[in-house]
């Protein structure tokens, strides 16, 4: 069955960096982060497809985020840049269950147990 683990997050510094790490196995339509805010819903970050060509973000990312994968496609990155104090969340990765370009979490089929991610101000 596949898994898939996060790892990478941590405490910053607003203004800071980070890059977190998602280990899956398997082919898969496309990979997604996504995150949760203490008290807020579950909102989709970015989504990367199995070929690497398609890409899109959350509205809110506005280049500061960039999602990839490694060239064995078993592990997909986000690294985000410019972290600011409302981006604390647990981060999860998550595998899409078909190759819709969809930003919600009901298309997606496995998850990880998520990585915390702190921005102080």
């Known amino acids: 069955q596949v898994q898939l683990r996060e790892s990478g997050g941590g405490l910053v510094q607003a203004g800071g960096s980070l890059r977190l790490s998602c280990a899956t196995s398997g082919r898969y339509y496309g990979m997604a982060w996504f995150r949760q805010g203490p008290g807020k819903e579950r909102e989709f970050v970015a989504r990367?497809?199995?070929?690497?060509?398609?890409?899109f973000y959350g509205d809110f990312v506005k280049g500061r985020f960039t999602i990839s994968r490694d060239d064995a496609k078993t592990t997909v990155y986000l690294q985000m840049n410019s972290l600011k104090p409302e981006d604390t969340a647990v981060y999860y990765c998550?595998?899409?269950?078909?190759?819709?370009?969809?930003?919600?979490?009901?298309?997606?089929?496995?998850w990880g147990q998520g990585t915390q991610v702190t921005v102080s101000s």
């Open positions: 998550a595998r899409a269950r078909n190759t819709a370009n969809s930003k919600a979490s009901t298309d997606y089929d496995i």
């Open positions: 990367i497809s199995w070929s690497g060509i398609t890409i």
